[in-house]
């Protein structure tokens, strides 16, 4: 496929970098040339100067023989226009990262569409619903719902006196309908087989039927209470969208930020919830507003660092979990490991979306887990895809994938090797990220393909 991306921003340059390794054209337009220069140089990717939403630029034969067009600066407004330019030269697909919730409203999806637009994409909005998700199960790192929330994806951390510890997989006594999909050990994400074990400390994604799941979370994981009070460090976009949505869940809210103007606007909006100018570092600030007390402390800010220390500042105040939301991806990993509970990238979620609709419109949903080390997949089997109407030990999946369940229907089957798959068949497939794009392609329809 041939895409073309506007903007070689933050997210610009993930979704280039990720589509040029699932081998699709890429062609990437950026007015600033510093940006286009980096992408130039470190990508293998056609870069073009100048705006995106140009009728000359969007004229260019190359540019007009794309199949998408992603709109991802840092203005809403240029990714509108550039994705209804884009519809009136032939290009057949659009998506826009549109911040502003005036436009990503449900009633103005009518509006966008009519201006060209098939998808857009809230990078904030996304961030806070995947923090809420989370905290709703409050033994878990992250979780992941597939075919409408009849399987959960859960992502735990092994405590050192877990009864899972030190027992190989095959002798492992877990619910029905379920197994371990994945192990994060030691920053390397490993594709389990029925010998290993897991271990002290690792990061284990257990996948199934939800109520199996839930099972898990109930006798085999640190139980942690029920959240129901959430103070959050920054009023900018994720943090106004995560009080709002937790205080529709009867979630206590508590907000700092030290603008005072973002203050304002958002106490306007919350019924209940309490909004605090200060500084996130202020130690007095946070001892008065019972920071150990709170279930969950958001640490928000558009500063990393700035985040990293307030979470650190928390936990040692008593705050039970720490949240982190990320610009830079890289800093996932340093920060688990000094003892944030979730780290989360606005970026890496984005990129999840957006991929989901660059593939085909059998795949139903994509997750990139751990900084992109691994992809969770929901696909539906073409009938004509190499894999369909075979036992699964002969569909040649590479050594560092595996699929995690089945939905035939109204059943849920955790396969083994001699598992029939059949066209129509959901599979929620583990993968890990060098050997996505042959996953990728072994579940096409050779028919639509040719």
Request: with cysteine; net charge negative; aromatic share 2%.
């Amino acid at each position: 496929m041939r895409v073309v991306i506007v903007g070689a921003g933050k997210v610009g340059y993930s979704l280039a970098q990720y589509l040029t390794q699932e081998d699709h054209e890429v062609i990437v337009i950026e007015e600033n040339e510093e940006r286009r220069a980096i992408v130039q140089n470190t990508l293998d990717v056609m870069t073009i100067s100048g705006n995106g939403a140009s009728p000359r630029l969007l004229l260019d034969p190359e540019v007009r023989k794309a199949d998408l067009m992603i709109a991802v600066t840092d203005m809403d407004e240029v990714n509108m226009i550039a994705c209804m330019a884009a519809k009136r030269v032939g290009i057949k697909r659009t998506i826009a990262r549109v911040r502003n919730q005036e436009y990503a409203e449900r009633d103005k999806i009518r509006f966008n569409e009519s201006l060209g637009i098939d998808v857009t994409i809230n990078p904030e909005m996304v961030t806070a619903l995947e923090i809420k998700r989370i905290l709703l199960t409050p033994s878990a790192l992250d979780v992941e719902d597939f075919a409408g929330d009849r399987v959960r994806m859960i992502e735990v951390k092994i405590p050192s006196d877990s009864r899972l510890i030190n027992t190989t997989l095959n002798d492992l006594t877990l619910p029905s309908n379920t197994l371990v999909a994945g192990i994060l050990r030691n920053d390397r994400m490993l594709i389990p087989h029925g010998s290993d074990m897991l271990l002290p400390n690792d990061c284990a994604f257990f996948l199934g039927e939800l109520s199996s799941i839930k099972k898990i979370e109930d006798h085999f994981t640190v139980r942690k209470s029920k959240v129901e009070r959430v103070l959050i460090i920054g009023a900018g976009r994720i943090g106004r969208h995560l009080a709002m949505i937790l205080e529709k869940a009867d979630i206590s809210v508590k907000v700092i930020d030290k603008d005072m103007e973002r203050c304002q606007e958002l106490a306007e909006s919350l019924d209940e919830g309490l909004v605090l100018c200060g500084e996130g570092t202020d130690i007095d600030l946070l001892t008065e507003e019972g920071v150990g007390e709170a279930d969950a402390v958001m640490c928000l800010t558009d500063d990393d660092k700035l985040n990293l220390l307030i979470a650190l500042l928390a936990k040692h105040l008593g705050a039970p979990r720490t949240f982190v939301r990320v610009g830079r991806p890289d800093y996932i990993s340093l920060m688990e490991k000094v003892g944030v509970d979730v780290v989360l990238s606005p970026r890496i979620l984005t990129a999840g979306v957006i991929i989901r609709h660059v593939r085909r419109s059998d795949v139903v949903s994509v997750t990139l887990l751990e900084g992109a080390k691994a992809e969770a997949m929901e696909i539906i089997i073409p009938p004509s895809s190499p894999v369909t109407n075979k036992k699964l030990k002969d569909a040649k999946l590479p050594v560092n994938s595996l699929i995690g369940s089945i939905v035939r229907n109204e059943e849920i089957i955790i396969p083994n090797g001699d598992t029939m798959l059949k066209p129509g068949d959901r599979v929620v497939i583990f993968a890990l990220a060098d050997t996505v794009p042959t996953v990728v392609r072994l579940f096409e329809n050779k028919v639509e393909s040719k």
